[in-house]
């Protein structure tokens, strides 16, 4: 796969126009901030000391050497080309050797409705006024004064510096943003192309490195469920292997005519039908309830939710465990006065029939078995707890219990019996519900395995109280 060139590219570009746009801005905001600094002051000026001039001049037309005496003083004092002319545009004086052209008829009827005329030219530098102010137009005067010099300079050398320093401003911001987002680009298609370890390593205090670190997050989430998934047939795959080789054998056995001994495997095969049925059993629950959790129903029907009497619910689940395993001894108590739970009746009872399964085969055979119902230090939680004096759990393999297929037992000894399953879909048959499924463990000292059902406040009644049942139906021994 080629790699494509690590420049900033159409960001550089963008960031750049940025640039000149903001250049332009300024350059628009001078010029307006001199046309109202600048130029009307300077204009105001002008035509104060123009409008001094003009009543001198005013007293000076009949006196023609002391009017171009005036003249020549207007020009060497304030640089100044003055032009005067009667009504009928007759030259009377002027201090410069190209005198001003004469008004037109238009251009004298503007001068006389409006008192003064801007020429043609950019203002304040020309101007021409009436004499005298008032009254009867007998004269005018047209006065040009020398603009001021342009900036010392090269403009267009200017000009390429400021769009120089604006490049390469724009090209170091648009390194900093474009680093980043061809990085995370580059870990995106390595992702894609399976390498699940990548990582975008961007360490940043800014929202670039808030995405960088979510992406990161979402990349271990992803490694996390694509390796999930792959255990997931490896364990399928191993669990299905050995009944399926008994099942083999017994054929082979009984095809070459020995039917006794294929015979005396069929217990061995019913039992291994038996956890294959329970195996698919459990994976199809599971995997229904994550897709209704997940994704709002969809591709998964509903829980079948009721209402369901809490000493009912827990007779049950104590009746089947007594049935499993006769010889076993369980406490079975109800506390407190409880309402009848919104669940499905079904789910949840297996929920209960997976934890105290689990419960048995992890105990001695003599250590009692503990169910208990009670609410939750709150009146609005139920607690459903699951309690054995059994092996118990290494802390290192706490946080993995109710992984799918993950057991304690590293060597998938049959002795327990199991898959791995019954916690995993114990926990998420109580997601389902809006609980929560807790354990705490001690090795040598037991597991309690506790379930958290939210409880309608309004409907429990204080006051507890323990029910025993009798020795062969509520307490066991």
Not at 49 to 56: K, L
Not at 178 to 192: D, F, I, K, N, S
Not at 253 to 275: F, H, K, Q, V, W
Not at 363 to 370: A, I, L, M, T
Request: charged letters at 25%.
């Amino acid at each position: 796969m080629s790699r494509r060139p690590r420049t900033p590219g159409r960001l550089l570009f963008r960031i750049y126009l940025v640039g000149i746009a903001q250049l332009v801005l300024v350059v628009a905001t001078l010029f307006a901030a001199r046309s109202f600094v600048v130029d009307k002051p300077l204009r105001h000026g002008f035509i104060r000391h123009a409008a001094y001039n003009i009543r001198e001049w005013e007293e000076l037309l009949e006196d023609p050497v002391a009017l171009q005496a005036s003249l020549d003083r207007a020009a060497r004092l304030l640089e100044a080309k003055v032009t005067l002319r009667d009504a009928s545009g007759r030259l009377i004086a002027t201090n410069t050797s190209a005198p001003s052209p004469e008004l037109t008829p238009v251009e004298l009827d503007e001068l006389t409705l409006h008192g003064e005329r801007l020429s043609r030219g950019r203002p304040p530098h020309s101007l021409t006024l009436p004499i005298p102010e008032e009254g009867p137009l007998e004269a005018y005067a047209t006065i040009i004064t020398r603009p001021p010099e342009p900036p010392p300079g090269n403009t267009a050398l200017v000009v390429c510096a400021v769009l120089l320093s604006t490049a390469i401003t724009s090209l170091a911001f648009a390194r900093t943003l474009a680093r980043p987002l061809q990085r995370l680009a580059e870990v995106a298609r390595a992702l894609g192309e399976g390498k699940l370890d990548t990582r975008t390593g961007i360490r940043r205090r800014d929202e670039l490195g808030q995405v960088a670190e979510a992406f990161d997050e979402m990349a271990c989430r992803l490694t996390h469920l694509l390796r999930s998934q792959k255990e997931l047939l490896a364990n399928v795959s191993h669990e299905l292997r050995t009944p399926l080789a008994r099942i083999r054998v017994a054929l082979d056995l009984a095809e070459e005519g020995n039917a006794e001994t294929a015979r005396e495997m069929l217990s061995d095969i019913t039992s291994d039908l038996a956890e294959l049925e329970q195996l698919v059993d459990d994976v199809l629950t599971a995997a229904r309830l994550d897709l209704a959790t997940g994704n709002a129903g969809v591709g998964a029907p509903p829980l079948r939710q009721e209402q369901v009497e809490v000493q009912s619910l827990v007779d049950k689940a104590a009746s089947r465990f007594r049935t499993a395993r006769p010889g076993r001894v369980l406490e079975v108590s109800v506390e407190g006065s409880l309402p009848p739970v919104e669940v499905d009746p079904v789910l949840l009872r297996r929920a209960l029939d997976n934890l105290l399964d689990n419960a048995g085969k992890y105990s001695e055979p003599k250590s009692p078995v503990r169910l208990r119902a009670q609410a939750a230090g709150t009146p609005d939680t139920l607690s459903l707890e699951v309690a054995d004096e059994g092996i118990g759990i290494e802390s290192e393999d706490l946080l993995r219990v109710g992984t799918p297929f993950f057991r304690t037992d590293r060597s998938r000894a049959r002795r327990t019996g199991g898959i791995g399953m019954g916690l995993a879909l114990a926990r998420r048959i109580v997601d389902a519900h809006g609980g929560t499924l807790t354990l705490e463990s001690q090795p040598g000292v037991g597991t309690t395995a506790r379930i958290l059902l939210p409880l309608p406040p309004s409907e429990l009644t204080t006051g507890r109280r323990e029910t025993s049942s009798p020795p062969a139906h509520r307490r066991g021994a």
